[in-house]
């Protein structure tokens, strides 16, 4: 049957478990293949099979094959699968993990001396390369940055060439120029040299300089790997590309699988080019396509299928393997507030009714959307998890988990009502508790932690029934040495992006208008046209439940000036602010989708200025003094808490604040990106903030 993985066993068997698309891949062993996969369509499966197939038949020595992908998640889910159908010698890993091995194997051999310590953040060099330019940046120009030096380095892009190159290719970092950014980065690479360090890219670079400038190391690793899978392969960056073709050494034992329709970080230096182009570059290719949709209903496929017909991004066209089930849902509602409250309470319904909350997703464009779901979700009691932390077993408050859960297992230590007693003994000695804490941030992000290793525990004890917990502990370090994270038992906040390549029975689609999806930076038709492979991402992560939604102004009370984006066009009904637009002067519908300046009227020609509102030269609208020191009493209030900045209020919430300066806490409410939990930690402090400026 197939959707359920054969267990290991004779080569016959493991074809049995495959269709007729699936089994094809799996019988093309040799030469270059090219598998254009569409979204549920079982291309892990078909992978894994084929790699099995290949060591069961003999074709394969198991150690000679390295499959690679883009996650640890997705490498730790290929080894389990692998190890389970009689191939777990095959080394299943990242493009980073398999260059970080080389590098370190092989640079002693070569340069003498140590590999430069890996390094986890950019930031602290980046900041002290910008005060060596006298640059002043904040953390966000900084993050920004770090971007950019990301994107260059991935897409082959010296500091001497930056400026030229970013140029040409539309990008920029907003509020520096791109000689500016050149002589930052520049400074970055010398900063992190005099300090013997190297970044996540560097470990792609230093693997390739190895292999292109040592024919010693090229044929040592050519010797040790023939058989070569990449998974993803519409995601791979020009740096990557190079270093795969360096593996090969010109051979074309190579199977790459990807689906161009889910081409979403070109921003990242990903290119659908390599996948596109792939039988140009190796002729002979066997190319094959994977169309039946295991994931989801008729009515989210077709859904899915209709938003990328006739277009640029247009795939393989699905077809669900799955019955019928409920019509895709779409909702306009007036603001933000109202569009939180009403899917929270439609997630509280399919609580009531039975459905675990791990089976729900609530996804947007931006991080900044979240603050409003989480407000909602909260005041119902309904836990949830915000999607995007250090990888699970990296956190400092696991290690610490499973440490001590070992520990109790050697010693014997157990209080005789079974794992899951025991495991929740263990953990309420570092503060973990039945209930969720109120609060976001690093102590809400604790919890999360420990409360997934609780409800793993459950589920193992389900499964193993008199399971003792040296055995839980076991499968934790199982669990660890593929990153293999056990998921807590709450509804998933996640944007678009950190939901690839996962899926929910249910998922909510929110905050879909114009200037969000599209994002409002998305100049050009290539740029629109990720958007919209971004929105059929998020479409195709559901199971059986999609809703759509919308919000037709930002706060409570606000005009209702937003649209629905216009990738739904043909796909929803008519709704109400279609019919206002329907309404307008006809004057005022010609003027439709040129951005004007709230304060002089005139048309808005850069990115910066469509963000903001209005030219550079206008005066802002809010009350800026007001807003500097509302950030100085942030900064003041989250040293305190020791949080991050925006972990109390975002920017734009502040500059909310500044712009309507609430009179009491009534007003300071009605302020999108506050809730209850914000109005009794920091309500008062606020209005006490706003009155002391008013007074001087």
Same mark, same amino acid.
């Given at each position: 049957m197939?959707?359920?993985?054969?267990?290991?066993?004779?080569?016959?068997?493991l074809?049995?478990?495959?269709?007729?698309?699936?089994r094809d891949?799996?019988?093309?062993?040799?030469g270059?293949?090219?598998?254009l996969?569409?979204?549920?369509?079982?291309?892990?499966?078909a992978?894994?099979?084929?790699?099995?197939?290949g060591?069961?038949?003999?074709?394969?020595?198991?150690t000679?094959?390295?499959?690679?992908?883009f996650?640890?998640?997705?490498?730790?889910?290929?080894?389990?699968?692998?190890?389970?159908?009689?191939?777990?010698g095959?080394?299943?890993?990242?493009?980073?993990?398999?260059?970080?091995?080389?590098?370190?194997?092989?640079?002693?051999r070569?340069?003498?001396?140590?590999?430069?310590?890996?390094?986890?953040?950019?930031?602290?060099?980046?900041?002290?390369?910008?005060?060596?330019?006298?640059?002043?940046?904040?953390?966000?120009?900084l993050?920004?940055?770090?971007?950019?030096?990301?994107w260059?380095?991935?897409s082959?892009?010296?500091?001497?060439?930056?400026?030229?190159?970013?140029?040409?290719?539309?990008?920029?970092?907003?509020?520096?120029?791109?000689?500016?950014?050149?002589?930052?980065?520049?400074?970055?690479?010398?900063?992190?040299?005099?300090?013997?360090?190297?970044?996540m890219?560097?470990?792609?670079?230093?693997?390739?300089?190895?292999?292109?400038?040592?024919e010693?190391?090229?044929?040592?690793?050519?010797?040790?790997?023939?058989?070569?899978?990449?998974?993803?392969?519409?995601?791979?960056?020009?740096?990557?590309?190079?270093?795969?073709?360096?593996?090969?050494?010109?051979?074309?034992?190579?199977?790459?699988?990807?689906?161009?329709a889910?081409?979403?970080?070109?921003?990242?230096?990903?290119?659908?080019?390599?996948?596109?182009?792939?039988?140009?570059?190796?002729?002979?290719?066997?190319?094959?396509?994977?169309?039946?949709?295991?994931?989801s209903?008729?009515?989210? !496929?077709?859904? $899915?299928?209709? %938003? /990328?017909? =006739?277009?640029?991004?247009? +795939? *393989?066209?699905?077809?669900?393997?799955?019955? &019928?089930?409920?019509e895709?849902a779409?909702?306009?509602?007036?603001?933000?507030?109202?569009?939180?409250?009403?899917?929270?309470?439609?997630?509280?319904?399919?609580?009531?009714?039975?459905?675990?909350?791990?089976?729900?997703?609530?996804?947007?464009?931006?991080?900044a959307?979240?603050?409003?779901?989480?407000?909602?979700?909260?005041?119902?009691?309904?836990?949830y998890?915000?999607?995007?932390a250090?990888?699970?077993?990296?956190?400092?408050? !696991?290690?610490? $988990?499973?440490? %001590? /859960?070992? =520990?109790?297992?050697?010693? +014997? *230590?157990g209080?005789?009502?079974?794992?899951? &007693?025991?495991?929740?003994?263990?953990?309420?000695?570092?503060?973990?508790?039945?209930?969720?804490?109120?609060?976001?941030?690093?102590?809400?992000?604790?919890?999360?932690?420990?409360?997934?290793?609780?409800?793993?525990?459950?589920?193992?004890?389900?499964?193993?029934?008199g399971?003792?917990?040296?055995?839980?502990?076991?499968?934790?370090?199982?669990?660890?040495?593929e990153?293999?994270?056990?998921?807590?038992?709450?509804?998933?906040?996640?944007?678009?992006? $950190?939901?690839?390549? /996962?899926?929910w029975?249910?998922?909510?689609?929110?905050?879909?208008?114009?200037?969000t999806?599209?994002?409002?930076?998305?100049?050009?038709?290539?740029?629109?046209?990720?958007?919209?492979?971004l929105?059929?991402?998020?479409?195709?992560?559901a199971?059986?439940q999609?809703?759509v939604?919308?919000a037709?102004?930002?706060?409570p009370g606000?005009?209702?000036?937003?649209k629905?984006?216009?990738?739904?066009?043909?796909?929803?009904?008519?709704?109400?602010?279609?019919r206002?637009?329907?309404?307008?002067?006809?004057?005022?519908?010609?003027?439709?989708?040129? $951005?004007h300046?709230?304060?002089?009227?005139?048309?808005?020609?850069?990115?910066?200025?469509?963000?903001?509102?209005?030219c550079?030269?206008?005066?802002?609208?809010?009350?800026?003094?007001?807003?500097?020191?509302?950030?100085?009493?942030?900064?003041?209030?989250?040293?305190?808490?020791?949080?991050?900045?925006?972990?109390?209020?975002?920017?734009?919430?502040?500059?909310?604040?500044?712009?309507?300066?609430?009179?009491?806490?009534?007003?300071?409410?009605?302020?999108s990106?506050?809730?209850?939990?914000?109005?009794?930690?920091?309500?008062?402090?606020?209005?006490?903030?706003i009155?002391?400026?008013?007074?001087?």
């Amino acid at each position: 049957m197939v959707g359920t993985d054969a267990p290991a066993g004779t080569a016959e068997r493991l074809l049995e478990a495959l269709d007729p698309e699936q089994r094809d891949v799996a019988l093309a062993l040799q030469g270059p293949v090219r598998v254009l996969a569409g979204a549920g369509t079982g291309k892990t499966r078909a992978l894994t099979h084929r790699i099995a197939y290949g060591v069961a038949t003999g074709v394969y020595n198991p150690t000679e094959v390295l499959a690679v992908t883009f996650t640890t998640r997705a490498a730790g889910e290929m080894r389990t699968r692998l190890r389970s159908l009689g191939a777990g010698g095959v080394q299943a890993r990242t493009f980073h993990s398999a260059a970080l091995r080389q590098a370190r194997y092989f640079w002693p051999r070569v340069y003498g001396g140590e590999l430069p310590q890996l390094t986890e953040s950019k930031l602290s060099m980046l900041a002290m390369a910008a005060r060596r330019n006298r640059v002043d940046v904040d953390q966000a120009t900084l993050r920004d940055l770090a971007s950019e030096v990301e994107w260059s380095k991935v897409s082959n892009v010296r500091p001497d060439d930056y400026a030229r190159v970013s140029t040409a290719r539309g990008r920029s970092v907003n509020g520096q120029d791109p000689a500016t950014v050149a002589r930052v980065f520049a400074a970055y690479e010398e900063v992190k040299r005099d300090q013997g360090r190297m970044d996540m890219e560097d470990v792609l670079l230093c693997a390739a300089a190895l292999l292109a400038e040592d024919e010693r190391v090229a044929a040592e690793v050519r010797r040790q790997y023939r058989w070569f899978v990449v998974d993803e392969f519409q995601d791979v960056s020009p740096i990557q590309a190079t270093l795969l073709d360096l593996w090969l050494g010109g051979r074309s034992d190579l199977c790459v699988v990807g689906d161009p329709a889910q081409t979403i970080y070109s921003f990242a230096g990903a290119s659908a080019d390599y996948l596109r182009d792939f039988p140009k570059r190796y002729p002979g290719t066997a190319s094959m396509e994977l169309v039946r949709n295991y994931r989801s209903t008729p009515q989210v !496929v077709e859904t $899915a299928n209709q %938003l /990328l017909a =006739g277009t640029s991004s247009a +795939g *393989v066209r699905l077809m669900s393997q799955q019955e &019928a089930g409920a019509e895709v849902a779409y909702a306009e509602y007036p603001d933000e507030v109202a569009e939180a409250e009403a899917v929270a309470a439609d997630i509280l319904a399919l609580r009531n009714q039975g459905l675990p909350m791990r089976e729900v997703a609530v996804l947007f464009r931006i991080n900044a959307q979240s603050e409003a779901f989480e407000e909602a979700l909260a005041a119902r009691g309904v836990p949830y998890v915000v999607r995007g932390a250090a990888r699970f077993f990296d956190r400092p408050e !696991v290690r610490k $988990a499973v440490t %001590l /859960l070992r =520990g109790n297992a050697r010693g +014997g *230590v157990g209080s005789g009502d079974g794992v899951v &007693a025991d495991v929740k003994a263990v953990l309420a000695g570092m503060e973990w508790t039945e209930t969720a804490p109120t609060g976001r941030g690093s102590v809400r992000d604790r919890w999360e932690s420990l409360q997934a290793i609780v409800t793993q525990a459950e589920e193992f004890a389900a499964a193993q029934e008199g399971a003792e917990l040296g055995a839980f502990v076991d499968d934790l370090d199982r669990r660890a040495s593929e990153q293999h994270a056990p998921v807590a038992e709450g509804v998933t906040l996640a944007t678009l992006h $950190a939901a690839k390549g /996962l899926e929910w029975d249910a998922v909510y689609l929110c905050g879909m208008h114009e200037g969000t999806m599209p994002i409002v930076y998305a100049e050009g038709p290539a740029a629109v046209e990720e958007e919209r492979r971004l929105l059929y991402v998020g479409m195709t992560r559901a199971r059986k439940q999609l809703s759509v939604s919308w919000a037709l102004a930002r706060t409570p009370g606000g005009r209702g000036l937003r649209k629905p984006t216009r990738f739904l066009t043909g796909l929803r009904p008519e709704v109400r602010s279609d019919r206002a637009a329907e309404a307008r002067p006809e004057r005022a519908r010609k003027k439709r989708g040129v $951005a004007h300046c709230r304060v002089c009227n005139a048309p808005l020609s850069t990115t910066p200025e469509r963000k903001v509102g209005r030219c550079e030269d206008c005066p802002a609208t809010y009350d800026e003094a007001l807003f500097e020191r509302l950030r100085e009493w942030r900064v003041a209030r989250a040293g305190e808490e020791k949080v991050p900045a925006y972990v109390v209020f975002t920017d734009l919430t502040l500059q909310a604040i500044a712009e309507v300066k609430p009179a009491d806490l009534q007003a300071l409410l009605r302020i999108s990106g506050i809730g209850k939990t914000k109005i009794d930690k920091y309500g008062d402090a606020v209005l006490e903030v706003i009155a002391e400026h008013d007074t001087r």
